[in-house]
């Protein structure tokens, strides 16, 4: 109890403080004497340069090395990049596994002697030692197997087709099925191979021990990319990018479909916040990666150039940007002294493809908090993109704040300016500062009230 009222009294001084702060800013525009606590900023920056055409990237997790796809119809490769402890500031150099960039074919082969038309889709084993590649130029499914794990000097890559022979449609053993694959992904007990049949409007799943492949589902979807098992292997969560919308099916063949985020919109052409997944919008949703809590989705828009986080544990979907502004270009956000929710300039981003996660060795410089990183394949920019920083881990106000139904209409990465400290929340245009969500105060900027939370 006594821990109560001191929390409460401090609560109550922090009110009084920001009310009069506020107070003061808006009516006089006059930079205030900052006494709140630090928003939560995130950070964009390149961590690989020069892939021409990145696709997908994939982190094997215990080692700390990045691998990722590259090409578009005129010849792919696989890239391995060594991380570091942090997102740049200096990008990272990689090396060519496999396949040749530039060089369009179809054998299988170790390392160069490998060719692909794309790599367009990927996941890994956990032990380090196998990657899964779609090649959709192609329409393969190819295994590389790395003689070990994490690869490094000496190591092979031995590319293997396991399904698909040439473009098309069917159901059958490995060779026999026919594909127009782009996303892979692994069941957590990594005994199946789930894929965002592209070309078929269809998802698809391979038995990794009989190589059968299968159709789940292939009703109400347009134009799948990437895709994600959920930690059960129950749901397969895929960007149904042609219908421009998150939805989810049952890991088993013939399971209905369910409507995540996003409204089923072939001519969607803007990308928004929303109080929940139905008032939220993607424009070509494609990379998909969970939070390591699950807790969050986030979405990467190839056509829409933003990056969204959607919020899975509260049943609402609500989705925020955190990254991107909706124009094409390749500009940086890195600390430069800004304290926004996304530091100005806003990145800007050319083709979002697959996303992953990265949870550095040592906390990223640029973050204020232990977090993690969103990776993406910035195809048009031919980059890696690294988004950072503390907002990442809770880009959305507490729950406590749904509750109280104040909700402003969306203002994209808005920032108070110069009020560097704090921020108004895109989706609740609710002011909130944070202190790993301790300390919240809520400020109602339309009749200047605010509360504790
Ligand atoms: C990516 O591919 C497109 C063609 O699909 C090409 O026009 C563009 O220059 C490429 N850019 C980079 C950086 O890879
Ligand atoms: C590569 O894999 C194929 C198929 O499993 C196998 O036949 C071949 O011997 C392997 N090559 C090397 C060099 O390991
Ligand atoms: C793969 O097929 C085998 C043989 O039919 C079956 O026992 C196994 O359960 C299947 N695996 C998956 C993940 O469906
Ligand atoms: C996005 O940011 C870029 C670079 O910072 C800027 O040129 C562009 O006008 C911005 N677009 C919007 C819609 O704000
Ligand atoms: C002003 O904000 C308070 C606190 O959130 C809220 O209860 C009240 O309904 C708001 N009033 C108006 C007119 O919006």
Avoid at 167 to 185: E, F, H, K, N, T
Avoid at 302 to 325: E, H, K, L, P, W
Wanted: aromatic share 10%.
């Amino acid at each position: 109890m006594k821990h109560e009222r001191r929390l409460h009294s401090t609560w109550w001084i922090l009110w009084i403080t920001t009310h009069i702060i506020f107070s003061f800013i808006v009516i006089f525009f006059t930079p205030p004497v900052v006494s709140l606590h630090l928003g939560p900023e995130i950070f964009t920056t390149t961590l690989v340069a020069n892939t021409v055409n990145v696709t997908v990237v994939h982190i094997d997790v215990e080692r700390n090395i990045l691998y990722f796809g590259a090409g578009a119809e005129y010849g792919g490769y696989v890239g391995r990049v060594v991380l570091g402890v942090d997102c740049g500031p200096t990008p990272l150099t990689f090396q060519i596994v496999a396949g040749v960039q530039g060089k369009l074919g179809s054998q299988d082969g170790v390392g160069s002697n490998a060719l692909f038309g794309d790599v367009h889709g990927m996941d890994g084993t956990a032990d380090g030692k196998t990657l899964y590649c779609s090649d959709h130029v192609n329409g393969l499914i190819r295994r590389i197997t790395i003689s070990r794990a994490g690869g490094g000097v000496g190591a092979t890559f031995n590319v293997t087709t396991i399904a698909g022979s040439t473009p098309g449609y069917g159901d059958g053993s490995g060779r026999q099925a026919l594909l127009r694959p782009i996303g892979v992904a692994l069941n957590p007990a990594e005994t199946a191979l789930y894929i965002g049949d592209y070309g078929n409007s269809a998802i698809r799943r391979i038995n990794l021990s009989t190589l059968l492949v299968e159709t789940v589902v292939k009703i109400g979807i347009s134009l799948p990319t990437f895709l994600r098992v959920s930690p059960d292997g129950a749901f397969v969560f895929f960007a149904d990018s042609g219908n421009n919308r998150i939805a989810r099916v049952a890991s088993a063949p013939g399971s209905t479909l369910v409507n995540i985020a996003g409204v089923v919109s072939n001519g969607q052409t803007v990308v928004r916040d929303g109080v929940d997944g139905s008032s939220a919008r993607f424009w070509e949703p494609r990379g998909l990666i969970f939070s390591p809590d699950k807790s969050i989705l986030f979405v990467g828009n190839c056509f829409g150039n933003v990056i969204q986080a959607v919020r899975m544990d509260s049943g609402d979907y609500a989705t925020v940007t955190i990254a991107g502004n909706a124009t094409a270009g390749f500009t940086q956000s890195s600390a430069s002294g800004s304290r926004a929710f996304m530091s100005i300039p806003v990145a800007t981003f050319s083709g979002i493809q697959g996303l992953t996660l990265w949870q550095p060795p040592m906390q990223p410089v640029l973050s204020k908090n232990p977090s993690w990183v969103v990776i993406a394949g910035d195809f048009e920019n031919g980059a890696i993109r690294c988004v950072s920083g503390p907002g990442l881990s809770h880009p959305f106000p507490p729950m406590a704040f749904k509750a109280q139904g104040t909700v402003r209409s969306v203002v994209s990465g808005s920032s108070l300016g110069a009020i560097s400290d704090a921020y108004i929340h895109p989706v609740t245009g609710a002011l909130y500062t944070n202190d790993g969500l301790t300390m919240v105060v809520r400020y109602d900027l339309d009749n200047r009230s605010g509360e504790f939370l």
